[in-house]
Nanobody, 116 residues
Framework: QVQFVESGGGLVQPGGSLRLSCAAS????????MGWYRQAVPGKERELVA????????NYADSLNGRFTVSKDNAKNIVYLQMNSLKPEDTAVYYC?????????WGQGTQVTVSS
């Protein structure tokens, strides 16, 4: 089964930016649609934040209002999530996975905390 490794989270002030990265072995990102998800409360269902097709077309949750951008580098097997104008309500653990997700491929995620 595929395992994803997320990184790039941290503590940032409101209005700040972060870029998350997601790595996986093999040519996963060129073969499958990918998604970034977040979980604000442990045990609560993960929310789809953004999805990316194999040809690079992206879709985003309406609530983001254009603040996030998803992209990928097929050569490096990395998917990115650029997050700008961060708000406290963006605080969550962020995960990547296929879209729709493989249930056994959730990684550890990366914590994003937006706070002053």
């Amino acid at each position: 089964q595929v395992q994803f490794v997320e990184s790039g989270g941290g503590l940032v002030q409101p209005g700040g930016s972060l870029r998350l990265s997601c790595a996986a072995s093999g040519t996963i990102f060129s073969r499958y649609f990918m998604g970034w998800y977040r979980q604000a409360v442990p045990g609560k269902e993960r929310e789809l934040v953004a999805s990316l097709t194999t040809d690079g077309s992206a879709n985003y949750a309406d609530s983001l209002n254009g603040r996030f951008t998803v992209s990928k580098d097929n050569a490096k097997n990395i998917v990115y999530l650029q997050m700008n104008s961060l708000k406290p309500e963006d605080t969550a653990v962020y995960y990547c996975n296929r879209y729709p997700p493989w249930s056994r491929s959730w990684g550890q995620g990366t914590q994003v905390t937006v706070s002053s």
